[in-house]
């Protein structure tokens, strides 16, 4: 029995040695793995709130004008503290029952919170253009304009609060500022148009 099993043996380790040495000669000829030296792609950098201004100015149709003013409005929006974000949701739920002396409490202390913050200002003065307290709107919308001097929806509210009170001249200037920054803005060109000739005289 011994005699039978040598051979055996033997042939199951050649058999094996065999194996291994074809492994390692087509290891040898196989090509060597490719490796690449692209870089993976770094996450694009956010859209500076300048960017987007430029944009609005340069736009060539409405709708990307639109788009463009709804991002820049959603920037403008965000105060940076929750608890004035809060105060300014609550104030937009008491306007929309027309509780506009508590929409103008909170607002009162969201821009308390944020004196910094060009659309607490901004919001205020509606409200106060609600209660037809046409003083306290201009005061707050040139506050907003002190703070974010491109803030189109304030030159145009001042436009409508200057027109309302028949001082065109003012009113057309507030127009024009805003026409500079949102040239699609809607309805503004025809309301510049219906006033230069009151202001700038009419051509010959």
């Not at 074809?22 to 490719?34: E, Q």
């Not at 009162?108 to 913050?117: I, Y």
Request: charged share 30%; glycine share 4%; with cysteine.
């Amino acid at each position: 029995m011994p005699s039978q099993i040598l051979p055996r043996t033997f042939l199951k380790a050649a058999l094996v040695a065999a194996f291994c040495v074809g492994d390692v000669t087509l290891a040898r000829a196989l090509p060597a793995p490719r490796t690449t030296d692209k870089q993976p792609e770094k996450p694009r950098a956010a859209i500076s709130l300048d960017d987007l201004y430029a944009r609005l100015k340069a736009a060539e149709d409405d709708a990307e004008a639109k788009g463009i003013a709804r991002l820049i409005e959603q920037r403008l929006g965000r105060s940076g503290s929750a608890t004035a974000d809060l105060l300014t949701e609550r104030a937009r739920q008491a306007m929309s029952g027309q509780d506009f002396p508590l929409a103008v409490e909170l607002l009162d202390r969201a821009t308390t919170l944020e004196p910094g913050w060009s659309e607490g200002w901004n919001r205020r003065a509606t409200v106060f253009w609600l209660l037809k307290d046409h003083d306290g709107a201009i005061t707050d919308l040139k506050r907003t304009l002190v703070i974010e001097p491109r803030h189109y929806e304030a030159w145009a509210a001042l436009g409508r609060i200057y027109l309302s009170m028949d001082e065109k001249v003012r009113a057309l200037e507030a127009f024009r500022r805003a026409a500079a920054l949102y040239p699609r803005m809607d309805k503004l060109q025809s309301a510049i148009d219906r006033l230069a000739p009151d202001v700038d005289g009419r051509d010959l």
